[in-house]
């Protein structure tokens, strides 16, 4: 009943940017959390960013002065924008969403993001 669908994901040189979005659809409730993970092969799933629907953010110090996140409550759709991005910021890239007193998280399917150098 709720679908996450991300995109945006590519390749980039380490120092560049990149944008990754995320569109909601289903029966979402209208107070809720969406957010970022991330992981690499081999590495623990991180939190990134979250945005709850009016408008507060949390950032994983991993990229705080250097990430932004949005989104567009009209469009059911959150974006993660990466600024200086570093090899080590190489993941999958999941979408989530849930409502704000808690309940189930829903999951995108991911979108890969590749830094080089």
């Known amino acids: 009943q709720v679908q996450l669908v991300e995109s945006g994901g590519g390749l980039v040189q380490a120092g560049g940017s990149l944008s990754v979005s995320c569109a909601a659809s289903?029966?979402?409730?209208?107070?809720?959390?969406m957010g970022w993970y991330r992981q690499a092969p081999g590495k623990q799933r991180e939190l990134v960013a979250t945005?709850?629907?009016?408008?507060?953010?949390n950032y994983a110090d991993s990229v705080k002065g250097r990430s932004t996140i949005s989104r567009d409550n009209a469009k059911n759709t959150v974006y993660l924008r990466m600024n200086s991005l570093k090899p080590e910021d190489t993941a999958v890239y999941y979408c989530?969403?849930?409502?704000?007193?808690?309940?189930?998280?829903?999951w995108g399917q991911g979108t890969q993001v590749t830094v080089s150098s």
């Open positions: 289903g029966s979402i409730f209208r107070d809720n959390v």
């Open positions: 945005i709850t629907s009016g408008g507060t953010t």
């Open positions: 989530t969403v849930r409502a704000r007193a808690g309940g189930r998280e829903y």
